[in-house]
């Protein structure tokens, strides 16, 4: 069962536009959540994280929001740039299991000149 | 400073034969992380070392082996490989073995023929 789904496997958007992407889980044990960029042939790059005693997180152009309840957490992208467009997962980590990470599918995000 | 580098980075073996994938993680990082990624899917963790002592394991057959070596370089073997190997073997590093961002190498393109 996929604990952590990213149900776009793509997203289309106007440079200088907002994207969001969205992440959603079903483990109530996950308390730290990550956002990852990744380009062909490289390995992920990491963007941006948040922990469960926050609702947001902001780091230059990218926001992280987590709702607890609804068990969900989008990324914003403001203003959206060509040089963004890349594959983005999400990933969450429990307290009790350490570093390891639990990823999404990925979204393909493509920002358009 | 030099990231988390992976080596090789390409390889193509035969059904049946042995693989030694190798990481060297970012300088300070005592934790080692080795994930699965699937074309089109998000990484799948393997195993998880810090301090050269293994914290986690996912859910992968005996077949999978890793260790960490005192200078907090990791090896990942994989015996009698099968087609479902093929993937990208990603290695991440951090400062600690608790919840914290990860480093991603630019991983090793495994392929079984």
């Known amino acids: 069962d996929q604990q952590v789904k990213q149900n776009s496997p793509s997203l289309s958007v106007q440079e200088g536009r907002i994207s969001i992407l969205n992440c959603d889980y079903t483990?109530?044990?996950?308390?730290?959540f990550l956002w990852y960029k990744k380009y062909p042939a490289e390995g992920p790059t990491f963007l941006i994280s948040?922990?469960?005693?926050?609702d947001k997180n902001e780091d230059g152009r990218f926001t992280v929001f987590l709702n607890k309840s609804a068990k969900h957490l989008s990324l914003h992208i403001v203003p959206s740039q060509p040089g963004d467009s890349a594959v983005y997962f999400c990933?969450?980590?429990?307290?009790?299991?350490?570093?390891?990470?639990?990823f999404g599918g990925g979204t393909r995000l493509m920002v358009k000149p | 400073d030099a990231g988390v580098t992976q080596s090789p980075t390409h390889l193509i073996k035969t059904r049946g034969q042995q693989v030694t994938l190798r990481c060297s993680p970012i300088?300070?990082?005592?934790?080692v992380s080795w994930y699965q990624q699937v074309l089109g899917q998000g990484p799948q963790f393997i195993f998880q070392?810090?301090?050269?002592?293994?914290?986690g394991r996912g859910n992968f057959p005996d077949r999978f082996s890793a260790r960490q070596f005192p200078n907090y370089s990791s090896e990942l073997n994989v015996n009698a490989l099968l087609l479902g190997d093929s993937a990208l073997y990603l290695c991440?590093?951090?400062?600690?073995?608790?919840?914290?961002?990860?480093?991603f190498g630019p991983g090793t393109r495994l392929t079984v023929t």
């Open positions: 991440a590093s951090s400062l600690l073995g608790l919840q914290s961002e990860q480093y």
């Open positions: 483990n109530s044990m996950f308390d730290y």
């Open positions: 948040i922990s469960s005693i926050k």
């Open positions: 990933a969450a980590s429990a307290i009790n299991a350490g570093n390891m990470l639990t």
């Open positions: 300088s300070g990082h005592k934790s």
């Open positions: 070392y810090y301090e050269k002592e293994e914290r």
